[in-house]
């Protein structure tokens, strides 16, 4: 069993930047793709960005995105997700998820992710 927990959401102006961050507890990082999603209010969870267990990261194509940075501390077991220049579309609830296993590589395919965070809330407003 894995535990996430996402910490880092809040209120934050147009323009400004965030860290999230994903506290993986039950499994060491060298074992886990972790991947960043998020649902926006009446909309479907898009994922953003994932990151390997061999540190290989994919970003989503989608280029309305912005400026995203995914990264790990192995030694906190914690990955983070910052955001830069961010608009009132970034408003949205940020899950983290998991996926356990030795793989070269990440998708963003959400049904692949076995255990999911609880959600932090990131609100974009002046």
């Known amino acids: 069993q894995v535990q996430l927990v996402e910490s880092g959401g809040g209120l934050v102006q147009p323009g400004g930047s965030l860290r999230l961050s994903c506290v993986a507890s039950?499994?060491?990082?060298?074992?886990?793709?972790i991947g960043w999603f998020r649902q926006a209010p009446g909309k479907e969870r898009e994922g953003l960005v994932c990151?390997?267990?061999?540190?290989?990261?994919?970003y989503s194509e989608d280029s309305s995105l912005g400026l995203l940075t995914i990264s790990r501390d192995n030694a906190k077991n914690t990955v983070y997700l910052r955001m830069n220049n961010v608009n009132v579309e970034d408003s949205a609830v940020y899950f983290c998820?998991?996926?356990?296993?030795?793989?070269?590589?990440?998708?963003?395919?959400?049904?692949?992710?076995?255990?999911w965070g609880q959600g932090t809330q990131v609100t974009v407003s002046s």
């Open positions: 998820a998991s996926l356990p296993g030795r793989f070269s590589s990440c998708e963003l395919n959400e049904t692949k992710y076995k255990f």
């Open positions: 990151i390997s267990d061999h540190g290989v990261i994919r």
């Open positions: 039950g499994l060491s990082l060298e074992y886990l793709i």
